[in-house]
């Protein structure tokens, strides 16, 4: 079959649009085709079977995706939808939390260690709840009084791929709350976008618990919280796994492969963010050298300041991960060796780390 090699455009998406009579030993022939050409350019690294996005960034929470979101969008090698957070596979029926109030209830009652703690417990819960629906519910408004967007309404694959129709360049899907994806939604997530990348940060895990908590104080003063209270939130079964980086990693890594995973360390958007933000760049097959270093060190979005904790914050939290960061700190190193050295009351002998590793 004649035909004359080509070059595509930078950023290209393929699609392979076959005659309806085209027989099976034709395709068998242009597909080998096709891919002799693919081979040709060494400068493409992937094939886009299909539209969507060519990497996620998937958390952790409270860990600078923010950051790493306002920066690739500036960037000309990167081209989003009009949102960060599309939280299509972590939106989907099968996956929506349970609304019943007896299972709220039970849920209060079992994560107490006695009935009249449970009690207490639900009280201040109910509270709340009513306090919000006098007042409102400040997790729906932004810092400066408005409103935050609703989440879109994605009924189906299709429509989720839509979204990056447009994109002419690097695109992708930056939600958090797909590090505590189940392994069965993983899997579809592989299954639909099977070369995309994965972008995860980390960040000290008694330094972003407590800043989660911060959030949730909002204008209430820690003394105003009890020690239950605050037991609860940390004992929450979802903000475990939000902080529960290894089995994220191992669990993408499985669906992904180990070389389409990146993870990046929250302390160096502080740090070196001009580094870290090539480091990513480069991964995502963007141009690293036209990034704003300068621009980076004066504006980090969203990067909360350091607050010391307090002490009896910062024992809990240390009892409760001080395994997972040893563990970290022996698979990843870097910044992690710095949050075993921080736990373990030791001044960091180093004085420069790299802000991302492979798994």
Same mark, same amino acid.
């Given at each position: 079959?004649?035909?004359?090699a080509f070059t595509p455009a930078a950023g290209t998406?393929?699609?392979?649009?076959?005659?309806?009579?085209?027989?099976?030993?034709?395709?068998?022939?242009?597909?080998?085709?096709?891919?002799?050409?693919?081979?040709?350019?060494?400068?493409?690294?992937?094939v886009m079977a299909t539209n969507g996005p060519d990497?996620?960034?998937?958390?952790?929470?409270?860990?600078?995706?923010?950051?790493? *979101? $306002?920066?690739?969008? @500036?960037?000309?090698? !990167?081209?989003?939808?009009? #949102?960060? +957070?599309?939280? =299509? %596979?972590? &939106?989907?029926?099968?996956?929506?939390?349970?609304?019943?109030?007896?299972?709220?209830?039970?849920?209060?009652?079992?994560?107490?260690?006695?009935?009249?703690?449970?009690?207490?417990?639900?009280?201040?819960?109910?509270?709340?709840?009513?306090?919000?629906?006098?007042?409102?519910?400040?997790?729906?408004?932004?810092?400066?009084?408005?409103?935050?967007?609703?989440?879109?309404?994605?009924?189906?694959?299709?429509?989720?791929?839509?979204?990056?129709?447009?994109?002419?360049?690097?695109?992708?899907?930056?939600?958090?709350?797909?590090?505590?994806?189940?392994?069965?939604?993983?899997?579809?997530?592989?299954?639909?976008?099977?070369?995309?990348?994965?972008?995860?940060?980390?960040?000290?895990?008694?330094?972003?618990?407590?800043?989660? *908590? $911060?959030?949730?104080? @909002?204008?209430?003063? !820690?003394?105003?919280?009890? #020690?239950? +209270?605050?037991? =609860? %939130?940390? &004992?929450?079964?979802?903000?475990?796994?939000?902080?529960?980086?290894?089995?994220?990693?191992?669990?993408?890594?499985?669906?992904?492969?180990?070389?389409?995973?990146?993870?990046?360390?929250?302390?160096?958007?502080?740090?070196?963010?001009?580094?870290?933000?090539?480091?990513?760049?480069?991964?995502?097959?963007?141009?690293?050298?036209?990034?704003?270093?300068?621009?980076?060190?004066?504006?980090?979005?969203?990067?909360?300041?350091?607050?010391?904790?307090?002490?009896?914050?910062?024992?809990?939290?240390?009892?409760?991960?001080?395994?997972?960061?040893?563990?970290?700190?022996?698979?990843?190193?870097?910044?992690?060796?710095?949050?075993?050295?921080?736990?373990?009351?030791?001044?960091?002998?180093?004085?420069?780390?790299?802000?991302?590793?492979?798994?």
């Amino acid at each position: 079959m004649p035909g004359a090699a080509f070059t595509p455009a930078a950023g290209t998406k393929w699609r392979l649009i076959l005659p309806i009579e085209t027989t099976y030993s034709n395709l068998e022939y242009t597909g080998a085709r096709v891919c002799e050409s693919i081979r040709a350019f060494s400068d493409i690294d992937r094939v886009m079977a299909t539209n969507g996005p060519d990497f996620l960034c998937i958390g952790a929470q409270a860990s600078g995706t923010n950051w790493l *979101y $306002r920066q690739l969008k @500036k960037h000309p090698s !990167f081209d989003f939808p009009n #949102r960060k +957070e599309i939280h =299509y %596979f972590d &939106n989907k029926k099968h996956l929506q939390k349970p609304t019943g109030v007896f299972e709220r209830i039970s849920d209060i009652f079992a994560k107490s260690e006695s009935r009249f703690e449970g009690i207490k417990l639900l009280h201040s819960t109910v509270f709340r709840k009513l306090r919000k629906l006098i007042y409102g519910d400040p997790s729906k408004v932004k810092e400066d009084g408005t409103p935050k967007k609703e989440r879109l309404k994605l009924e189906s694959d299709s429509a989720y791929l839509s979204l990056f129709d447009s994109a002419k360049r690097i695109t992708g899907d930056v939600t958090p709350a797909y590090a505590i994806l189940p392994d069965a939604e993983v899997e579809n997530m592989a299954r639909l976008l099977p070369h995309a990348k994965i972008v995860f940060i980390i960040r000290n895990p008694i330094d972003r618990n407590w800043s989660s *908590y $911060r959030k949730k104080l @909002k204008k209430k003063t !820690f003394k105003e919280y009890t #020690r239950l +209270e605050m037991e =609860y %939130f940390f &004992n929450h079964e979802g903000v475990e796994k939000r902080t529960n980086y290894i089995e994220t990693i191992d669990r993408y890594c499985n669906y992904f492969g180990k070389d389409n995973v990146l993870i990046a360390f929250y302390d160096a958007i502080i740090e070196q963010p001009d580094r870290l933000l090539f480091d990513i760049i480069e991964f995502l097959g963007g141009d690293a050298s036209i990034a704003n270093s300068e621009e980076l060190v004066k504006k980090v979005v969203n990067v909360s300041p350091k607050v010391s904790i307090p002490e009896e914050v910062e024992s809990f939290l240390q009892d409760k991960y001080g395994s997972l960061i040893e563990n970290l700190a022996d698979r990843y190193g870097s910044y992690a060796n710095r949050w075993l050295e921080d736990l373990n009351g030791i001044e960091s002998s180093a004085s420069e780390f790299e802000t991302t590793v492979k798994p």
